[in-house]
Structure formats: C-alpha cells, structure tokens
T-cell receptor, first 110, second 114 residues
C-alpha cells in the first residue's frame, strides 16, 4: 500500500524567512496531494492541494511543487509570520483513501 | 463553509465501557471518515463510509466499529474501551466518490480511557 514520509518533523525559522517541508510517496498511481495546517486545539484545515497533471501551484505566500518521476512533493512558505506556526501534514491519495504523513511542527520566531 | 461537528471536545471513560463518538456534517457530503491522531504517527484511518449504511475498514479498525444511519451522521463506537485507545479522534467528510477530493475535518475529540 501507499506510504508517505514527511520531513522534517520539526522546523524553526525566523520571521520573514522561508520554510520548506518535503514528502515522498510510494504509490505511482497517487494523483491528489493535499496539505493541511493544524493549529493548537483545532482540526486540520486544507491550505493547498495539487493534482498530478500540474507541477506547481501557488496561493499567495504558499506554494506546492510536485515531482511525479521522483515521487515527491513539497510545501513552500515564503515570508513566514508567527501565525504560520502550526503542525503541517501532507497526504497522498491511494485507491479510495488519503494516506497522511506524520506531520511537521513549524515554529516561526518573531 | 463546510462544518463538521464532533459532539464532544473531551471525554473520559473507563476501561471496558462502550463509547460512542458522534460526528455530523452539514454539506450533504457522501464520504465520511474517522481517524485517530497520535504524536509521531500522524493521522491513521480507522473506518470510512461512502454512503448511508455503508462502511469500509481503514488501516486500524481493530477494536472499533461504525454506524451511518443517516447521510449527515457518522458514529464511531469503541465496543469495549481499552487504555491503548486513549487518543485524539478526528472526523472528516468530503464530496464525491473518490479519494481525490478535499477532506474537511472537525476539531477532534480527545478521549482518555482510564
């Protein structure tokens, strides 16, 4: 079955710097890759997603890139702000479900 | 906006009890999911349902069952609670009949089994 690995598990950056979180997947049939942000005491919220017919997608300060050949995808956050501090999860579709990575705790220091 | 509501934010139960976790969504989504979230393990799928009275096992179904009598409601049942089921439980819903749609999550139920 599908396996999704996510790195790093923790990431600390200075406000204004960029943050990059990487995920790899194993199922070559996967074609949908969402990213979720989970703030303390809340459920995960979808922040951006990409489908396999696209290599990159941007939404203001966040972007996702997908390399189908290498089976990896990445989340890029530019000009980080303290409110970006949260746990981020990647996921990949596999037959009839999503398989999630183990999460990255991002801390943005003022 | 999609709203997924989980009936309890915090729940404390005793070993051996039968426990019900309830989830309701208001967007007429076909699909509903139950996950548990544990530190370092991410989100693991327990059960999911693509239609009323339908259920499918996820990756860790042992010790759990589910019920979907109405489209908007999906219940997770711990038949005989054990301490290793202490966890955060997340419900989600999505539109359509495949895994290629965004899932919308509730805020979770933190369950402690004593």
């Amino acid at each position: 079955g599908e396996n999704v690995e996510q790195h790093p598990s923790t990431l600390s950056v200075q406000e204004g710097d960029s943050a990059v979180i990487k995920c790899t997947y194993s199922d070559s049939a996967s074609n949908y890759f969402p990213w979720y942000k989970q703030e303390l005491g809340k459920g995960p919220q979808l922040i951006i997603d990409i489908r396999s017919n696209v290599g990159e997608k941007k939404d203001q300060r966040i972007a996702v890139t997908l390399n189908k050949t290498a089976k990896h995808f990445s989340l890029h956050i530019t000009e980080t702000q303290p409110e970006d501090s949260a746990v981020y999860f990647c996921a990949a579709s596999s037959s009839d479900k999503l398989i999630f990575g183990t999460g990255t705790r991002l801390q943005v220091f003022p | 906006d999609v709203k997924v509501t989980q009936s309890s934010r915090y729940l404390v139960k005793r070993t051996g009890e039968k426990v019900f976790l309830e989830c309701v969504q208001d967007m007429d989504h076909e699909n509903m999911f139950w996950y548990r979230q544990d530190p370092g393990l991410g989100l693991r799928l327990i059960y999911f349902s693509y239609d009323v009275k339908m259920k499918e096992k996820g990756d860790i179904p042992e010790g759990y069952s589910v019920s979907r009598e109405k489209k908007e409601r999906f219940s997770l049942i711990l038949e005989s609670a054990s301490t290793n089921q202490t966890s955060m439980y997340l419900c989600a819903s999505s539109f359509g009949s495949s895994s290629n749609q965004p899932q919308h999550f509730g805020d979770g139920t933190r369950l402690s089994i004593l």
